[in-house]
């Protein structure tokens, strides 16, 4: 064939700038995350919940409000093709858990604790520890009202961070009082700068009537003098407001919990109330939130079911695992128990079989695949059992075969002698494992 007519290579199709694949052996350690948040959850009584990715418009719209970033500028929404009905990729999953709750009635029978996990989506410029595609866990406490429950869910974020040994993440705690107060701070806030008028940037010109409590998340350097000598929300709190706030913080105190007031900590959503936290850290450079959340009394009211208070936070996944890297932590990953080194073709049907009682068993069982020529040689695969770090090899050659045993070689322990045993035994063999695990 003439290179005219041979046919052209394809083009190479990667992933979306900012969508980022998670491969092994990365991936498990990932799972060891997850793995070790179920556990906490469990502990918490917090159970899970799966909503979907793709949720309407209006939801997000109407619960995080629509002078924020997030609607104004990140998030992926499109219209259905099919029905024109306006969609977008979550940008957070609080606003859905209650859409959820509130369609299915999850609280007529009372409060529920939730968790979620899994992939939001935000158009942002890609940076460590900020992905278009990125992933949170949360955790929502719906219809509790108490300030005993911000303590709560506030604690269990900091059990995690003790659990998995890292240190120098501190917790910024605030109250955004009530709708009333807010008011009143609002009133303010654009007094004070609209008396500084030409110390704002557009952006914040523009949001000054639409949203003033925003102009306090500014990073413009230039606005952080006139940001520091605004007015603060905590001022403004009514007895109520202050009396959640303080029970709140003599729980923590009673749990040896350390945190610092932050007056200018407002949140990006307009669904919050009362309390507000972040877990923040120097050691992730401009992306210092690691977990934040807050009381939201009202967003459950605002997507249609009836009043009820919730509490609840998200925490940056990527985030956590970059700090635990930066840290120099590594999180348990599993072990491959066993690779099988089967010295012939013919003695598949025995070992195969054998292998599965294994799997079901308990054990994780590798074993190395044939080829047209037939099985790799020992030298080969015992090298392959090595490089897979199991712990043993379990030898099915010709003699074995033929006497219905196999040998069993400890790869990571010179001190246990190898063996020969009847595949029989193999049971009980692996029970012993997984005692010793």
């Known amino acids: ?234 001022d403004f709190l009514g007895d109520a407001s202050k009396a959640h706030l303080e029970t709140v913080k003599r729980i923590l105190d009673s749990h040896g919990v350390p945190y610092t007031i932050n007056p200018r900590l407002v949140r990006g959503m307009d669904y919050y109330n009362l309390t507000v936290f972040e877990f923040v850290t120097t050691k992730l450079g401009s992306q210092g939130t690691v977990c934040a959340g807050g009381r939201y009394d009202y967003l459950i009211e605002q997507i249609g079911g009836k009043p009820a208070p919730a509490v609840g936070w998200a925490m940056g996944v990527e985030r956590v695992l970059e700090l635990l890297k930066e840290s120099g932590l590594a999180l348990a990953q599993p072990v491959l128990d066993v690779f099988a080194v089967v010295t012939d073709v013919a003695h598949l049907p025995v070992a195969m079989p054998t292998l599965q009682v294994l799997r079901e068993s308990g054990l994780s069982v590798q074993m190395q695949a044939s080829t047209s020529e037939g099985m790799p040689s020992m030298k080969s695969q015992f090298k392959r059992a090595d490089t897979s770090g199991a712990r043993f090899a379990l030898i099915f050659g010709d003699e074995e075969i033929i006497e219905g045993k196999v040998t069993i070689k400890s790869l990571r322990d010179g001190s246990i002698p190898q063996e020969t045993r009847l595949q029989s035994e193999l049971v009980s063999w692996a029970s012993s494992i997984r005692l010793s695990m």
Request: proline share 6%; net charge neutral; aromatic share 6%.
């Open 1 to 234: 064939m003439s290179e005219k007519n041979s046919p052209r290579k394809a083009d190479k199709i990667v992933a979306v700038r900012g969508m980022n694949d998670i491969m092994p052996p990365e991936s498990s350690v990932w799972e060891a995350l997850e793995s070790r948040v179920r556990d906490l959850m469990r502990r918490f009584a917090f159970e899970n919940v799966r909503t979907p990715i793709v949720e309407p418009t209006a939801l997000f719209v109407r619960g995080l409000g629509e002078v924020t970033d997030i609607v104004e500028k990140e998030m992926y929404s499109f219209e259905d093709r099919l029905n024109g009905e306006a969609l977008t990729l979550r940008p957070e999953n609080t606003a859905g858990v209650v859409r959820a709750a509130v369609e299915h009635s999850m609280l007529y029978n009372g409060p529920k604790r939730l968790y979620y996990m899994g992939p939001m989506f935000r158009h942002e410029r890609p940076q460590r520890g900020r992905y278009r595609q990125f992933h949170q866990i949360g955790a929502e406490a719906l219809g509790f009202g108490g300030p005993e429950i911000d303590a709560e869910v506030i604690l269990m974020a900091h059990t995690l961070w003790k659990e998995l040994g890292l240190m120098g993440i501190e917790l910024q705690i605030n109250s955004l009082g009530q709708p009333e107060e807010r008011n009143l701070h609002r009133g303010a806030l654009i007094r004070h700068f609209e008396s500084h008028l030409d110390l704002l940037d557009e952006e914040a010109k523009r949001r000054l009537h639409l949203n003033p409590l925003r102009l306090l998340d500014s990073k413009n350097p230039a606005m952080q003098g006139v940001i520091e000598s605004a007015p603060r929300l905590i």
